[in-house]
């Protein structure tokens, strides 16, 4: 019976079925040809915005509108091919009856999905002809060719250049160069006979070439040369030019003529008249405003080494354009004084005897503080100040159309040309990656890893032979550093970028570009609310109705919540994303949601998924297990994420992180997801761990796992699976219970292995960890022994952190030999009631930065030797013996500790507080905070008292 049926509706639905055939062989060839269109789009768009980079404001309107156009046409085109694939592209593929029905069913569900895809596709081929035609009829098609000098020098003219200004400005209303000044002259004037190349790197606008001048037009430099030449170099520049250019200043200084031909000469004779003119003098060369890696390879040999204690200085944006083993400096912005000084300068220069008067001191700090320290800014907006009245209601009301003034101001337009400029100047795949900061809200501390793989999820980042796409996204981030476009707001212990930001006025700038691009539209509560047009990326502080109508007209491919008190309780309670977002391919949830969406399943272009939620959770929606292309899952909250059997299929899932992650549904399931790379943090504390640990064994590409709650009898099994991750660089177990000791005998070690962290009690001392020569990061609990933990770590000589849990050390010393831990930039020792002395010998930790000692309560002295570290900048010492402060007197102190910029110590006593203050009072050269244990803070009423004494006394 079941079978006629059957055959029964086959034969009613052939010829729908031929004609639908007919329809879907339609829409492969028209999808096909539409990637085409999509890639020439592509193309075109990136060399129109070369050409709009070299043309800056002489391209016409007309064009910009065209381009506009086409920009809109691609993100349509995009839509479609992703609609292709989740309608039309995912058939069934099984041979047999049963695979036939399932085709038959997935035809008449896709078949109104199809029909929309193919109207849509000639719609946007339709609306691509139209755009071509306009351009045609209109007249406005661009060439593609390199933009020339002239052109540059056109939009140049086109606007005031602040930099033409830093040549000649007075000393007296230079602010914040002194140190960096000073070292530049030193390095010119001292030093080896060599030829010394130096460079000056920074953000357009910090001073670079206002510094450069300056030492270039100081007395000791003047007097100590015998010829200077001052070229200004640019983004555009001939070769030829300014040799010429070079040889014309050096025989103005000396009073004679260049060669007469020297119009005609070509590089190789310029070349050789440069340098016969500088082989018998010692010169110094500045080379202002360099934009080329390759510009040092065209004048070395011009100005070469002749061994007379020469000098080249250079200035630029880019530290890859710093000469390689040359000396450099990097400027940073002036703190809040020197702007708020250098504001005074320009605005007060001939009023108020120079300074502020008090009732503008307020809003002249917020004016500066939008500066962020940047020196252009505050000069330009300073001249414009120095034109209206000084009273309160004319600053306050400069103060509120700042951000347009910037803007629309010909006095400040500037600013925002000049670091454009830097923008124009970046290659084309960097340019998404940059824009993509303006997603962040203004002052946010971006963790380099989030925004890395955000990239890789939007198809910025292109793969690289012998790379992985994580590290070809760490090398971008790192060329907009070093292009001075990103700021460095947190280093890792070695070295590696942390955390990052942008400078205000570059997010103003890329906030600009977005609009102009549809790149990122902001929602907040002061910002942002009409988004009109195709919205590609949102970013949301705040929530109402208007927003969510708003929301709903959208193609958003990324989504952005941050958290914010004002968000509404209404969209706390939510579980669903809208499904008109199911193009998503990013969604970042910061303190949004109190759970997770149940029609995750939904979006099956989501490579990014990222929530905080703000309660605890047990279960993980079965739905995830849809998400098939994606890449990075990161779950923040509180209690266990139970993960679904389901996400076994997430194949290319390689960063996967919780805050506790239960993997026991999974059991050996784990296995099958082998593109894993990240695993942190899964918790083992439940029947069935030891499958979950077995299976782990199965990661062969995992670099980073992160355990916690191992049960003590599943340790062997955790051996042998960890053996199996060979390219495992970081490893964390966590979280032991109290009462159990752990042995990891690992016998064929991980090799690749830098970081290592075991925290828990171990019954002894792992003796397979010597052999970890490339470890650089090491934190774990001493076993119970008094033998000193220093003599059997000595031999890893690449540690970089060492962080050393001594609650069962027996021994009464510590000892840091001549020679011990080289490279070691962080030192953490804690939790030891018998240590009673550390003693650190010269040669001892020579890269030590950072050195904290926590809860050593009967340790007698400071420890002796710090004096030694010189490169020491933070230490932190607490509850120490009551009394060491009476067997340091402050003269002691002073010559021990006057090297190490920051010194903290937490006393245990009232009394200790009290005389610490009134002994290290007369210490100017380093700051000294005295604080007091946690619980004397809370139920002393006079610990406030003394505190604020001891504070008053040290400042």
């Not at 300056?214 to 010829?227: A, E, L, N, Q």
Request: aromatic share 8%.
């Amino acid at each position: 019976m079941a079978e006629m049926v059957v055959s029964l509706v086959i034969d009613q639905l052939v010829p729908l079925l031929r004609d639908e055939a007919k329809l879907l062989r339609g829409v492969h060839k028209e999808f096909a040809d539409l990637k085409d269109e999509l890639e020439s789009i592509q193309a075109f768009l990136k060399d129109a915005d070369r050409r709009a980079a070299a043309d800056g404001d002489n391209t016409s309107e007309g064009v910009k509108t065209w381009v506009k156009q086409l920009r809109v046409a691609a993100f349509r085109i995009e839509d479609i091919i992703d609609e292709y694939m989740i309608h039309v592209g995912q058939q069934p593929r099984d041979p047999g009856c049963v695979a036939i029905l399932d085709k038959i069913a997935h035809l008449l569900k896709t078949m109104t999905p199809r029909h929309r895809i193919a109207a849509e596709i000639q719609d946007v081929k339709s609306s691509v002809r139209g755009i071509k035609e306009r351009s045609e009829r209109y007249g406005f098609q661009p060439s593609f060719e390199q933009g020339s000098s002239s052109s540059r020098e056109n939009r140049n003219a086109k606007w005031h250049d602040p930099r033409v200004a830093a040549l000649y400005i007075e000393e007296a209303d230079v602010v914040g160069f002194k140190a960096p000044r000073k070292r530049l002259i030193d390095w010119m004037v001292k030093g080896t006979e060599e030829r010394t190349v130096v460079s000056v790197v920074g953000m357009g606008g910090q001073g670079k070439t206002t510094l450069a001048k300056r030492v270039f037009d100081s007395k000791d430099v003047i007097g100590h040369f015998d010829c200077h030449v001052w070229i200004t170099v640019s983004q555009s520049y001939n070769v030829e030019g300014i040799l010429r250019d070079m040889l014309r200043k050096l025989h103005q200084q000396k009073g004679s003529s260049p060669p007469m031909n020297i119009s005609e000469m070509d590089r190789d004779s310029l070349t050789d008249e440069v340098r016969k003119y500088l082989r018998q003098k010692r010169y110094i060369v500045v080379f202002d405003d360099i934009w080329s890696k390759h510009f040092w390879e065209y004048f070395q040999f011009a100005v070469f080494d002749n061994k007379k204690g020469s000098r080249i200085l250079i200035t630029t944006r880019n530290l890859d354009v710093a000469v390689s083993k040359s000396s450099s400096i990097e400027l940073h912005g002036l703190t809040p004084e020197e702007s708020l000084e250098l504001l005074n300068k320009k605005v007060f220069k001939f009023d108020c005897d120079g300074c502020c008067p008090k009732e503008l001191i307020g809003i002249a700090n917020d004016i500066v503080k939008k500066c962020n320290g940047l020196p252009l800014a505050i000069v330009a907006i300073g001249g414009l100040l120095s034109t209206i009245e000084n009273s309160v209601f004319e600053w306050q009301r400069f103060r509120e159309h700042l951000n347009s003034e910037l803007k629309t101001n010909a006095h400040l337009i500037g600013i925002e040309k000049i670091l454009s400029l830097s923008y124009d100047d970046l290659p084309y795949y960097l340019k998404s990656c940059l824009l993509y900061f303006g997603v962040y809200p203004e002052d946010y501390e971006v963790k380099s890893k989030r925004v890395t793989r955000q990239w890789i999820a939007e198809g910025f980042v292109k793969e690289e032979k012998g790379k992985t796409l994580d590290e070809v996204a760490e090398g971008y981030l790192t060329e907009l550093i070093h292009r001075s476009l990103v700021q460095v707001s947190s280093l890792r212990i070695d070295g590696k970028t942390k955390g990052c930001r942008v400078h205000d006025l570059i997010r103003d700038m890329i906030l600009a570009k977005n609009e102009d691009f549809n790149f990122c539209k902001h929602i907040s509560d002061d910002g942002q609310t009409s988004l009109g047009g195709i919205v590609r990326r949102l970013s949301i502080t705040t929530i109402d109705d208007v927003l969510r109508e708003c929301i709903d007209q959208s193609h958003v491919r990324s989504l952005f919540f941050f958290g914010n008190k004002v968000i509404s309780l209404k969209l706390l309670v939510s579980v669903e994303i809208p499904t008109k977002y199911k193009l998503l391919k990013v969604v970042d949830l910061e303190d949004v949601f109190n759970n997770i969406p149940n029609n995750l399943g939904n979006f099956t272009h989501l490579k990014y998924l990222s929530m905080h939620l703000k309660i605890t959770i047990d279960e993980v929606p079965k739905s995830i297990g849809m998400l098939q292309n994606l890449e990075t899952l990161v779950l923040r909250g509180f209690g266990v994420f139970e993960l679904p059997k389901e996400i076994r299929k997430l194949r290319k899932l390689r960063h996967l992180i919780g805050y506790r992650l239960s993997l026991i549904q999974l059991k050996d399931g784990i296995g099958e997801m082998k593109s894993l790379q990240t695993l942190r943090r899964v918790s083992l504390d439940m029947d069935g761990a030891a499958e979950v640990i077995k299976a782990l064994g199965k990661l062969k590409l995992i670099r980073d796992l992160g355990l916690v709650d191992v049960p003590k009898e599943n340790e062997s099994i955790l051996s042998s699976s960890i053996k199996e991750m060979q390219q495992l660089e970081k490893l964390r177990v966590l979280n032991f219970k109290d009462d159990n000791f752990v042995d990891l005998n690992l016998i064929s070690l991980p090799t690749m292995l830098q970081k290592l962290i075991l925290q828990g009690p171990l019954k002894e001392f792992p003796k397979w960890m010597l052999d970890l020569q490339n470890l650089t990061v090491l934190r774990l609990a001493w076993p119970c022994s008094d033998k000193d933990p220093l003599q059997s770590l000595k031999s890893l000589q690449h540690l970089l952190s060492l962080y050393l849990d001594l609650s069962e050390y027996e021994g009464l010393q510590l000892h840091f030999q001549d020679g011990w831990f080289q490279k070691l930039k962080g030192l953490v020792v804690l939790y030891s009631s018998r240590v009673r002395e550390i003693i650190i010998d010269k040669g001892s930790m020579p890269s030590l930065k950072i050195l904290k000692v926590i809860k050593f309560p009967n340790l007698k002295n400071i420890p002796t030797g710090i004096q030694h570290l010189e490169k020491l900048e933070f230490i932190y010492i607490t509850e120490v013996d009551d009394k060491i402060e009476k067997r340091s007197s402050a003269e002691d102190w002073n010559w021990i500790m006057e090297h190490v910029p920051s010194v903290t110590i937490y006393s245990n006593e009232l009394q200790g507080v009290r005389n610490l203050a009134l002994s290290y009072s007369s210490i100017a050269k380093y700051e000294v905070l005295l604080w007091i244990h946690q619980g004397l803070f809370f139920y002393n009423p006079l610990v406030p008292k003394i505190l604020n004494f001891a504070v008053y006394n040290l400042l």
